[in-house]
């Protein structure tokens, strides 16, 4: 699964649900717009799954503080399985 890597200060290190450009470290994979991609810290920890938009000064918003898979979109919402 293709993923992002955020810095250190990151505010989705605190609690906060988005993650902004600005705080992006690396790019894994090869997430395209709309893509559910895993979100992980410096240390290679998983922090989440999220929906990815690099059009967007929010790149990722977090829906899971799980990694999800198998998540597929219908007409209005995204449906997904915990693993």
């Not at 890597?5 to 470290?25: N, Q, Y």
């Not at 690099?54 to 219908?74: G, N, T």
């Amino acid at each position: 699964m293709a993923g992002i890597v955020v810095k250190p200060r990151a505010r989705i290190l605190h609690g906060h649900d988005w993650v902004f450009s600005s705080e992006v470290l690396k790019v894994f994979g090869k997430p395209a717009d709309g893509d559910v991609i895993s979100l992980k810290d410096g240390k290679d920890r998983l922090i989440g799954s999220s929906i990815y938009n690099s059009k967007s000064q929010i790149v990722a918003r977090r829906f899971s503080r799980r990694k999800q898979d198998r998540c597929r979109r219908s007409r209005w919402r995204w449906t997904c399985e915990e693993i």
